[in-house]
């Protein structure tokens, strides 16, 4: 499986997405990694790499790629200025063909938008959203979308969302019915912001969707769905926030161990314990969004990410490819607006008067 | 300093409120508690008052509201048809200067709006905003607002948000130039819902504010800021999944040293520990947020808290009281308002064009 990887984006360089890409090789030797970056620096990160590491090498490939996305670049100035981009180049490589799926940590606007014209959408899908799994109580995961670039969005784009989202959580997780829910600030059918109220009434009209109504904030981790919908700025706010928050937890278990010295001891004792802790609230643990409604498989990996990390992405990049997400929605999604226009063509995704 | 008890909301039912109550008194002898419910539910409370908090009964006055607010009642009901209920008589006390504040933990919609219509809003401000302190790293808070009820909302509402904020943390905190920050999906001041966007140009247009610009989700824990300003759809959804977050996290540390006997025989010694952690990790610490923009007092007290959270909420009502936060926020929005308008009377807050 050849895979393309954007090794500048993120904010640890080049030496992130180069050595977690050997790593990966190391573990899955079948994977051909074509890199794209400024052909001088991805050599000298090859040559550090660490000696466990330089197996891998005989399986990455090289690509000049003279400039970089920078984070504050907007999306249409990438779309404008970017081709000599890593980004752009590693898109471009996934386009044609010469690889089966992209990867990068960069700048998550310009990344959706120079996929969306690399590769074009989907199902009549107007622009990717964005998708990770999350954590939740009882080892469950849940995937939580959009996150982060489709703002004040419409209810026919939530329905879109929360049909994407099903389709994902049953062919790549493998679950027969994966519960749907809306986030919501009630679980009253009542309240909420209009767009949300009516993607309510759309979902309980499409048959043979697990939709398990409203659900709010706290719902998430208590693990009551499979699949949250909501806007991208509700989606990024609540990620972002989680993620500093369990962040500032894991440092208060620390320091609570480091407060006196009858703690110092335990905390010694403990230790073993608390590295267990502190993997399993990693975030990286599920690192790799997924660009959704794309003709194409794109992973977006986080921005912070170390080298364990960008590996992690490229392993979800596997997984999408071999369920072969991008025709699975095309046919779903395709197969339910034919079904719904044959029904008497009531508003749905895709056909909405948004679009 | 009397306060007004809406005896029957909260999960908990009234168990929680009346020795919430109780507990105050016995802490702050100077508290008269008027407790509103069913006349023959809240006796039957007092006569079951651990021996500890007997002594305060003399300090609680019983009133009688037969009726209930209950949770699903949507606001327009409960003002058509409330007016015997424990949360409205609560607030009639308020508004008829028996009490000097009033403390509900029932719903939370219901009670904006008999909230408002009982004791009126300050300086144009059209509906109350919902905000409450969360614990930040290195031991801060900061106010998230809004929380629940405002949806959908303009620039121009923002903009309100953060400045009632303001006034809250310079009064009632005693911070000097508290840092006020908005909430976006990046820092970078091009992305963003266009009323997030406006806020941000209005915000940086107003003077003797130390407005900080935008904050990323991860922000907030971070303590960057002592106030953060979003619509109430995405406060409540931050502030509910750092809830269930949170919640998942002590479950886990406490998995964590019950897995293995080695790791038993350690969170043996580590219980003190661990408790303070749960102790400094709990929601209820920081219990009771404010109704702003009320021409009265009236604190929230969470729906799912117990007597230890509705006497924290009690502490936080004593402290509005005595910083006389509803002048303030009269005072300084007014004189603001009346400076912009000889100033040229650019759009502001409370003649913004969706009032």
Redesign the interface.
């Known amino acids: 499986m050849r895979i393309a990887v954007d090794a500048m984006g993120g904010d640890k360089g080049p030496r992130a997405t180069v050595v977690g890409a050997a790593s990966a090789v190391i573990e899955d030797p079948s994977l051909e990694i074509q890199l794209f970056g400024p052909l001088q620096q991805l050599k000298d990160e090859i040559s550090r790499l660490p000696r466990p590491l330089v197996a891998a090498t005989s399986h990455m490939h090289l690509w000049d790629a003279p400039e970089v996305i920078s984070q504050?670049m907007?999306p249409s100035e990438a779309l404008r200025n970017g081709e000599a981009s890593s980004m752009a180049r590693m898109l471009e490589c996934v386009a044609s063909g010469d690889a089966a799926v992209g990867v990068s940590s960069g700048n998550t606007?310009a990344l959706m938008a120079l996929s969306r014209r690399a590769l074009g959408m989907v199902a009549g899908i107007p622009r990717p959203a964005i998708s990770t799994a999350i954590?939740?109580?009882n080892d469950g995961r849940c995937y939580l979308l959009d996150l982060?670039?489709n703002?004040?969005v419409s209810a026919a784009r939530l329905t879109d969302f929360a049909l994407m989202g099903e389709i994902m959580a049953r062919h790549v997780d493998g679950i027969a019915a994966p519960r749907i829910a809306l986030?919501n600030?009630?679980a009253?059918s009542?309240?909420?912001?209009?767009s949300v109220l009516q993607a309510d009434v759309e979902l309980r009209r499409i048959s043979g969707v697990n939709y398990c109504g409203f659900i709010?904030?706290?719902?998430?981790?208590?693990g009551e769905a499979d699949v949250v919908v909501?806007d991208?700025?509700?989606g990024?706010?609540?990620?972002?926030?989680?993620?500093?928050?369990?962040?500032?937890?894991v440092?208060?278990?620390q320091a609570?161990?480091e407060?006196?010295w009858?703690?110092r001891l335990?905390?010694l004792?403990?230790r073993?314990?608390?590295k267990?802790?502190k993997n399993?609230?990693d975030p990286v643990r599920y690192n790799g969004a997924s660009l959704l409604g794309l003709a194409g498989i794109v992973i977006k990996s986080h921005g912070s990410c170390d080298a364990a990390g960008f590996h992690y992405a490229l392993k979800r990049a596997v997984q999408e490819v071999s369920r072969d997400l991008p025709s699975r929605l095309e046919a779903e999604l395709v197969h339910r607006r034919s079904v719904s226009s044959l029904a008497g063509g009531q508003s749905l995704p895709g056909q909405a008067a948004d679009r």
């Open positions: 504050s907007r606007g954590p939740t109580r982060g670039a703002v004040d986030l600030v009630g009253e009542t309240k909420g912001a209009a709010e904030g706290d719902g998430i981790f208590a909501c991208g700025f509700v990024n706010a609540v990620l972002k926030a989680s993620e500093g928050l369990a962040r500032m937890l440092q208060r278990v609570t161990f407060a006196h009858g703690s335990v905390g004792l403990a073993p314990a608390l267990r802790l399993e609230l």
